[in-house]
């Protein structure tokens, strides 16, 4: 059974340039959500995919936005990298069962290390 | 006031020693808690849900005090390899009926030799 699974593993990137990181799923799973990790922090939401829709969104601008496909895929753009941006980032899955419970576990992949230079 | 707050630590104690954290969470309506684990440059990975009447898994023991919005967990006879830093992680409904997932800044736990 494939956990989640995210790509690249690191990325070096400068500022003002785009990057697009990639997640699937654990197997079963239809909910995917995106979480930016900077050095010393808890992880912090970005936002959240199921059914193909951006569910709801944390505190992000818009040059983060993203996309989930019909496999339940997702990829997370980021758009006009700043140095700020650099950080761990994260993509878990849940099952929603087609209803929304606050007890639905999430599961993380390894996470993309991205550096801003 | 963060919504789940924890003290970051680091804790360093000596391996056997007994280790305890807290988080302490502001909205009320918060319907399920977990501890994560996060080693270094890893992701975090769950530990364990807590739950209302407490709960253990071995050496570790986690316990909810709704009343005062904090959750806890109990590590017992610390070992070397529970060094790492446990994520507490609270969840909710938003207004929107979708599941918030808020995280606090993680406890360092450091056990020493």
């Known amino acids: 059974d494939a956990g989640v699974t995210q790509s690249p593993t690191h990325l070096i990137k400068t500022r003002g340039q785009q990057v697009t990181l990639r997640c699937s799923p654990k197997s079963g799973h239809d909910t995917v959500s995106w979480y930016q990790q900077a050095l010393g922090q808890g992880p912090q939401f970005i936002f959240q995919y199921y059914e193909e829709e951006e569910r709801q969104r944390g505190n992000f601008p818009d040059r983060f936005s993203g996309h989930q496909f019909p496999n339940y895929s997702s990829e997370l753009n980021v758009n006009a990298l700043l140095l700020g941006d650099s950080a761990l980032y994260l993509c878990?899955?849940?099952?929603?069962?087609?209803?929304?419970?606050?007890?639905?576990?999430?599961?993380f992949g390894a996470g993309t290390r991205l550096s801003v230079l | 006031r963060k919504e789940v707050e924890q003290d970051p630590g680091p804790f360093n104690v000596p391996e056997g020693a007994t280790v305890a954290f807290n988080c302490t969470y502001s909205?009320?309506?918060?319907?399920?808690f977990f501890w994560y684990r996060q080693d270094c440059r890893k992701e975090p990975k769950l530990l364990m849900s807590?739950?209302?009447s407490g709960n253990e898994d071995g050496r570790f023991t986690a316990q909810l005090n709704r009343a005062s919005q904090y959750i806890s967990l109990l590590i017992r006879d610390s070992k070397l390899s529970d060094s790492a830093t446990y994520l507490c992680?609270?969840?909710?409904?938003?207004?929107?009926?979708?599941?918030?997932?808020?995280f606090g800044i993680g406890t360092k736990l450091q056990v020493i030799p």
């Open positions: 992680v609270v969840n909710s409904l938003n207004s929107g009926g979708y599941q918030k997932v808020t």
């Open positions: 909205n009320s309506a918060s319907q399920s």
């Open positions: 878990a899955s849940s099952l929603s069962k087609g209803g929304f419970s606050a007890k639905n576990i999430q599961y």
């Open positions: 807590v739950y209302s």
